[in-house]
C-alpha cells in the first residue's frame, strides 16, 4: 500500500520508493532520508486542511510530506 | 606548527554553527531549524600550541547530490569544484548524536570522497538525557572514523576536538570501500554500537500531539502571533514612555543652553528631534525579536510552516517559504537569503518577490507612530489594546497582499510541475537564556548602528537640505519653503496630493528610500525645522501630526507603506540573490504601483466618509 493509505501511528515498513518519472529527484531524496525497503515507518500527524501535509516518522527523524511525496513511498504494514 | 583549515559539514540542524561559534568566538546565528546557515562563513581561531586553524562554516546538506543553492555550496566546496577555494586540510563532519540514522549516511557519503576527515559527534548530552548509549570506540571501529564527542554549546564541550585539531598526527584519511548501500551500512554501524530505549523523544510526541493537532494547531499558532503583537504594544510602552522623556528633556536642555544658530538647529533638529524620534522605538523592536528569538530556538517555527503548508500552496508557495517570510518580519534581507533552503525555483521568486511585503520591523516606527496618534488608546473587549489590535491588521494586511501577488504570479506561470515540500521537523529545545540575551544584544546594536549609520547619514543631509539656502532677505513666510528640500517638496506635492500626502512627507520620502525609519526621524527633522522660528521646544512629533493631519493621509500613509519598496538594501540584495536587474525592476515597479494605488483608494474612500 501507499503511505498516504496507512492508518495514522499504525506501525508499517517501508517497501521501496516509486520514480514517476525518469530521474525523479524527489523520490532520490526520500531515499536518501531514509525511506528504503524494511525501515521502520509510522504516520504520527496529519495538517488540518485536507489531511495535508502528513507527518512521518522514519528512524529517528521526523519530516512533513505533502500527499504527493508521501505516495510515492510504499509500505507494508507490521503483522 | 602548519596552519590547518578545516571545513565542518553535516546534515542540516546537527550544529554546526554552534560549533563554528564555539571556536571561534563568532556570533553566527543559530536556530533550531533546517537551513539556518545558508551561506559559507570563514573564522580563525588559535589552538594552545599557538597554530592557527581556519574553519569553513557550511550550509547544512542531506547529501551530496545537492537540490538547492545552500546545499550546492557545500557539495561544491567538499568536491573541491568551487572557483577560487582550496580544499579544506581535513573535513570535521558533525552529526546529531540524536539523529544517527539520518545522519550517518551522509557521513558515509562523505568518507567515499577518500579526504581526510574525522567525525564530530555532537549533542552528546541531548543524546545522553534521552539514554541513548553509545560505544564511541566501536562505532569508530565499524566507521572507519575518528570520532570526536562534542556538546557545541558548552564551552568545555569542544575541548577534545580543539585538542585533536592541535596534535600533530597526520590527518586520518579513511579506507575507501567500494560496498553497496549506505544505508545497510548505516544499519549495521547503529546495530553495533549503539543502544537506544526508544527511537523518539516522548516530549516530541506529546507537544506534536498537541501543537500539530488538526483542531487545535492553527488556533494555536494565531493565538501566538496575537499575544506577540499586542506585547510589542503594551510592554514596551513604559519604556518608550520614557525614552521620549529622556529626549524631550534634552530637547529643553540643549535649546536653552546654546546659543541660537546652526549647531543648535542641528543638534536639536537633526539630532534630537529627528533620530529622536526612531530610538523611542528601540523596546519594541527588541519585545519582537525575543518572541522571533524564542520561537526560532524552541522547534517551533517548521512546525508552524507544516500547519500553513497546504494554505500556502493553494497560494502557489510552500510550507517551506514560511520561515523565510516569518523572517522577513524582522527584516527582508536575512529573509529573502534565507530563500536558499527553498529548492524549488519558482517558489524561491515568488517568495523572494512578496518579502518585502511582510512588515519588518523598520515599518514598526512608520505604523506605530501613526497608530499611536490616531487610534485612541482604549481597549476592546476589556483587555486587548485597540492599538495593538490596529497593529495586529497591519501585519495582517502584509501578509494578505502577499499571499494574493503570490496567487496572481502562480496563475499566470505556465510550468504547473509539483512543487517539493519535504521538511524535517527537529526535536523541541528550550531556549538558551544565554543566547536569547546574545541575540537580543545584536540586535539592539544592529538598530543603534542603523540609527548612527544610515538613518543619521540620510539624516544629516536632510537637515541641509531643509536648512539651505536661508530665506532671502525680505522674504515673507517660513525659511524652510525656500531651502532645497521645501522646494522638492512643492514640486512633488501634486503627484502625491491625490493620495493625500503633505509637502512635508514627500520631503520625507526620498531619505526614506534609504532606509524606512528615516521618514520617521526626517519628517522630525523637517517639522522641527519648521517650528524653529517660534523657539519653542518642538512637540513630540506624534502629537504634532495628529493635530495637523487629517485621518485620510495617516491611513494612506500607512497604506503606502504597506507596500513601497523604500528599502534600498532589500532591492540590493534582491539583485544578489537572483542576479538578475529585470527582478529588481518587476519589484520596485509592482510595489511602487500597488503603494499609490492602495494609498489613492485609502485616501479618497476614507476622506469622503469623514
Not at chain 2, 187 to 209: C, K
Not at chain 2, 260 to 273: C, E, M, P, T, V
Not at chain 2, 552 to 571: D, E, H, I
Request: proline share 5%.
Amino acid at each position: 500500500m501507499k503511505l498516504t493509505d496507512l492508518p495514522a501511528f499504525a506501525p508499517a515498513h517501508v517497501t521501496g520508493v516509486i520514480d514517476t518519472h525518469d530521474g525523479d529527484l524527489i523520490s532520490n531524496r526520500l531515499r536518501e532520508l531514509g525511506f528504503v525497503d524494511g525501515e521502520e515507518v509510522r504516520v504520527v500527524g496529519r495538517g488540518p486542511i485536507g489531511a495535508d501535509p502528513l507527518l512521518i516518522q522514519i528512524g529517528f527523524t521526523r519530516f512533513a510530506l505533502r500527499r504527493s511525496e508521501a505516495s510515492r513511498v510504499l509500505v507494508e504494514k507490521a503483522a | 606548527m602548519d596552519a590547518l583549515t578545516i571545513a565542518l559539514v553535516g546534515n542540516p540542524n546537527c550544529g554546526k554553527t554552534a560549533l563554528f561559534n564555539q571556536l571561534t568566538g563568532a556570533r553566527q546565528k543559530v536556530a533550531n531549524y533546517a537551513g539556518v546557515t545558508v551561506e559559507r562563513k570563514e573564522g580563525v581561531f588559535h589552538a594552545p600550541s599557538g597554530r592557527k586553524v581556519q574553519v569553513l562554516d557550511l550550509p547544512g546538506t542531506y547529501s551530496l547530490e545537492a537540490m538547492g543553492p545552500d546545499e550546492i555550496i557545500t557539495r561544491d566546496i567538499c568536491l573541491g569544484r568551487r572557483p577560487g577555494e582550496t580544499m579544506p586540510d581535513l573535513i570535521v563532519c558533525v552529526a546529531d548524536a540524536t539523529n544517527l540514522r539520518l545522519h550517518l549516511r551522509f557521513v558515509l557519503e562523505v568518507k567515499r570522497l577518500g579526504r581526510p576527515m574525522i567525525l564530530a559527534l555532537n549533542m552528546m548530552d541531548a543524546a545522553k538525557k534521552r539514554g541513548i548509549w553509545i560505544d564511541t570506540a566501536r562505532m569508530e571501529a565499524e566507521l572507519g572514523v575518528k570520532i570526536i564527542e562534542t556538546i557545541a554549546v558548552k564551552a568545555e564541550g569542544t575541548a577534545a576536538l580543539v585538542a585533536h585539531l592541535d596534535s600533530n598526527i597526520a590527518p586520518h584519511v579513511p579506507e575507501v570501500k567500494e560496498s553497496g548501500d549506505l544505508h545497510t551500512d548505516v544499519r549495521r554501524i547503529l546495530d553495533a554500537s549503539v543502544v537506544m530505549p526508544q527511537r523518539t523523544s516522548l516530549i516530541d510526541d506529546r507537544l506534536d500531539g498537541i501543537l500539530l493537532n488538526p483542531f487545535l494547531g492553527i488556533p494555536i499558532l494565531v493565538a501566538i502571533m496575537f499575544v506577540v503583537f499586542q506585547a510589542v504594544f503594551t510592554w514596551a510602552a513604559p519604556a518608550q514612555d520614557f525614552i521620549e522623556a529622556s529626549m524631550t528633556w534634552l530637547g529643553v536642555f540643549v535649546t536653552q543652553t546654546l546659543p541660537d544658530g546652526l549647531l543648535k538647529s542641528f543638534i536639536a533638529d537633526a539630532l534630537i528631534g529627528g533620530l529622536g524620534s526612531v530610538i523611542v522605538f528601540l523596546p519594541q523592536i527588541i519585545i519582537l525579536f525575543f518572541f522571533i528569538l524564542i520561537l526560532e530556538e524552541s522547534g517551533y517555527l517548521p512546525r508552524a510552516a507544516f500547519l500553513l503548508d497546504h494554505l500556502m500552496s493553494k497560494a502557489g508557495l510552500t510550507g517551506r517559504s514560511f520561515i523565510p517570510l516569518l523572517s522577513s518580519h524582522a527584516c527582508a534581507i536575512p529573509g529573502i537569503m534565507a530563500t536558499r533552503s527553498i529548492h524549488d525555483v519558482r517558489d524561491r521568486i515568488t517568495t523572494i518577490l512578496i518579502a518585502p511585503l511582510m512588515t519588518c520591523s523598520a515599518r514598526i516606527p512608520v505604523y506605530t507612530l501613526l497608530i499611536a496618534a490616531f487610534v485612541p488608546e482604549r481597549s476592546v473587549w476589556g483587555f486587548v489594546s485597540l492599538q495593538g489590535l490596529v497593529l495586529f491588521g497591519m501585519y495582517i494586511i502584509g501578509i494578505a497582499g502577499g499571499l494574493t501577488v503570490s496567487l496572481v504570479m502562480s496563475a499566470f506561470r505556465h510550468d504547473k510541475s509539483e512543487h517539493p515540500l519535504i521538511m524535517e521537523l527537529p526535536s523541541y529545545r528550550m531556549p538558551h537564556a544565554k543566547n536569547l540575551a546574545i541575540g537580543l544584544g545584536e540586535r539592539a546594536m544592529i538598530f543603534m548602528r542603523r540609527i548612527t549609520g544610515i538613518i543619521f547619514t540620510a539624516n544629516t543631509l536632510l537637515w541641509v537640505t531643509t536648512t539651505f539656502p536661508g530665506k532671502p532677505e525680505g522674504a515673507t513666510g517660513p525659511a524652510i519653503d525656500y531651502s532645497l528640500a521645501g522646494m522638492i517638496g512643492h514640486l512633488m506635492e501634486p503627484i502625491f496630493a491625490p493620495i493625500g500626502f503633505n509637502w512635508q512627507i514627500c520631503v520625507a520620502l526620498i531619505p526614506g528610500l534609504a532606509a524606512r525609519e528615516v521618514a520617521v526621524s526626517a519628517m522630525g527633522t523637517v517639522y522641527a525645522v519648521s517650528g524653529s522660528d517660534d523657539a519653542a521646544v518642538a512637540d513630540q512629533l506624534g502629537h504634532l501630526i495628529s493635530s495637523q493631519w487629517s485621518l485620510a493621509t495617516a491611513l494612506s500613509l500607512m497604506a503606502w507603506y504597506v507596500f513601497a519598496p523604500q528599502c534600498l538594501s532589500t532591492l540590493a540584495v534582491i539583485r544578489r540573490e537572483t542576479n538578475s536587474w529585470k527582478m529588481v525592476g518587476i519589484t520596485a515597479g509592482y510595489l511602487f504601483t500597488l503603494a499609490y494605488i492602495f494609498a489613492f483608494l485609502t485616501y479618497q474612500i476614507v476622506s469622503r466618509l469623514s
